[in-house]
């Protein structure tokens, strides 16, 4: 819409092309051809949406297990190295790309904070093989931990939690909820054993799996060994994913 200005002038937008004043000038501009976007019909703007869907309930999740010790930035960088993953695989038309039909094991050593790593505290390799389609064997080498924890000044004891998350579906109801186990071990202990334990999981339809390996510190309260409080915060919580499928 267009109109005479008292100078008998036009301002405004004639046809294709529209007309302003800039510094005591008329000037036409012509104008971009409006384009509409269908979102349904948009291929990688559904997958994108999907994938980063699937991410906020893997980030719910792993929030609720660690008790929101966990960077801010979570979500945005998991959902991007996700991407990367999928992106990479050129031999699937990009609209049957899926986390629940693809490999996402370069998700392995995906650090849950980056304010503190998981690889630069505790430094034995944890081991994940599948067993079968319902049964993944998680494997903690022996370790002796003055040697391989860097363990934060003043703090004692430690506590190594593996957690696998599986999803199903982006809805919560078909997400299993998250399997746990824990080893206990001091800084002065001399040698802890290997441990292996099997991840059940109960259903084997295609889905989305991780294990995330964390490992919490604890310092006595005044010195007394037996009060002990947790050291973690939000700053610092080292976890890794250790598994990905």
Known sequence: MAKFTESK??????????VRTFRGKKIMQSRPQRTSSDKEKNISANFMRKVSLVMSVLKRKLVQQMDRRLDSYLQP???GKVLQILYKEKQVPLAERSVF????????GFECNSNT???????????VNRESVTSLRVTIPGFIPREQVIFPNGCIEAVL??????????????????REFSICFRLGDSFVEEVSKDCNSLLEQEKFEVVVADIQFFYPIKSVPQRLSLYNSKVYNPSMMVYAK
């Open 101 to 108: 039909s693809l490999d996402c094991s370069g998700l392995v």
């Open 161 to 178: 939690r593996l957690t696998t998350v599986t999803i199903h579906s982006p809805q919560d109801e078909l997400t299993e909820p998250p």
């Open 77 to 79: 960088r998991l959902t």
């Open 9 to 18: 002038g036009i301002l405004g937008m004639v046809g294709p092309v529209y």
């Open 117 to 127: 790593l998981f690889k630069d505290t505790f430094h034995v390799p944890v081991v």
